[in-house]
Antibody, heavy 121, light 110 residues
C-alpha cells in the first residue's frame, strides 16, 4: 500500500524558513516523480513543486520560484520542501503527492494527509 | 499558464446524474492523450484521484464515475449520484508547467 506521511509543519513568522519532509513507503520511491501541492484554508489546490526521479530536474510556479526548493533522498525514500522567505500567503496545508508513473501518467495519483503551515507574526 | 474554469457549485438529487465541466484556456491534448485529471476531495481529507488522462478510471473508483472530453472541454459524470459522492471535485492539467487546477466544483444535494 502506498503511504506518504508529511511532517515539519507549524507556526512560523514571516520572512523565516521551514523545511517539510515526506516519508514514502509501499512503492519503489526512486522510480517516480514526486510533488508538493498546497491548499490555503477554504481555498482550492495549488501545485507547488515537482522533482524528477533522480532529482536532476525541478519545476516550480512563479509564486514560489526562488524561495522554495524541492529535493529528495532516494536512499531514504524521502521528499523535502525547503521554504524560505515565507509570506502570509504561504499559509496552507501542504500535501506530498506521487505522480502516476506508467499507470497514471502525470496525474497526482497518491496523496499524503498533509501538514499545516501557518505563517504569522 | 493554462487556466482551468469550473462552476463553483452544482446541486443534484440522489440517484440522478451529475455533470461537472472543466474548460481550459488552451488545448491540453497531445499525441492523442488528454492531459486532464479529476480529483475528489471530502472535507478534512486529502484529494483522491478519480480519472486520469481524460477518461481512464483510477483503480478502486466505482464505475458510476466517468470522464470525457478533449481539447479544451472536459466533463466528469457521476451517474447515479450517491450520498457518499458529496464532495468538491477538481480538474487538473499536466500538459504544461505550471501544473494548474480548476477552482473546484462543490457537489451539493438538492
Amino acid at each position: 500500500e502506498v503511504q506518504l506521511v508529511e511532517s515539519g509543519g507549524g507556526l512560523v513568522q514571516p520572512g523565516r524558513s521551514l523545511k517539510l519532509s515526506c516519508a514514502a513507503s509501499g512503492f519503489t520511491f526512486s522510480n517516480y516523480y514526486m510533488a508538493w501541492v498546497r491548499q490555503a484554508p477554504k481555498k482550492g489546490l495549488e501545485w507547488v513543486a515537482t522533482i524528477s526521479t533522480s532529482g536532476s530536474r525541478t519545476y516550480y510556479p512563479d509564486s514560489v520560484k526562488g524561495r522554495f526548493t524541492i529535493s529528495r533522498d532516494n536512499a531514504k525514500s524521502s521528499l523535502y520542501l525547503q521554504m524560505n522567505s515565507l509570506k502570509s500567503e504561504d499559509t496552507a496545508t501542504y500535501y506530498c503527492a506521487r505522480h502516476g508513473g506508467e499507470y497514471y501518467g502525470f496525474s497526482f495519483a497518491y496523496w499524503g494527509q498533509g501538514t499545516l503551515v501557518t505563517v504569522s507574526s | 499558464d493554462i487556466v482551468l474554469t469550473q462552476s463553483p457549485a452544482l446541486a443534484v438529487s440522489l440517484e440522478q446524474r451529475a455533470t461537472i465541466s472543466c474548460k481550459t484556456s488552451q488545448n491540453v491534448d497531445n499525441y492523442g492523450i488528454s492531459y486532464m485529471h479529476w480529483y475528489q476531495q471530502k472535507p478534512g481529507q486529502q484529494p483522491k484521484l478519480l480519472i486520469y488522462e481524460g477518461s481512464n478510471l483510477a483503480s478502486g473508483i466505482p464505475a458510476r464515475f466517468s470522464g470525457s472530453g478533449s481539447g479544451t472541454d472536459f466533463t466528469l459524470t457521476i451517474d447515479p449520484v450517491e450520498a457518499d459522492d458529496i464532495a468538491t471535485y477538481y480538474c487538473q492539467q499536466s500538459k504544461d508547467y505550471p501544473r494548474t487546477f480548476g477552482g473546484g466544483t462543490k457537489l451539493e444535494l438538492k
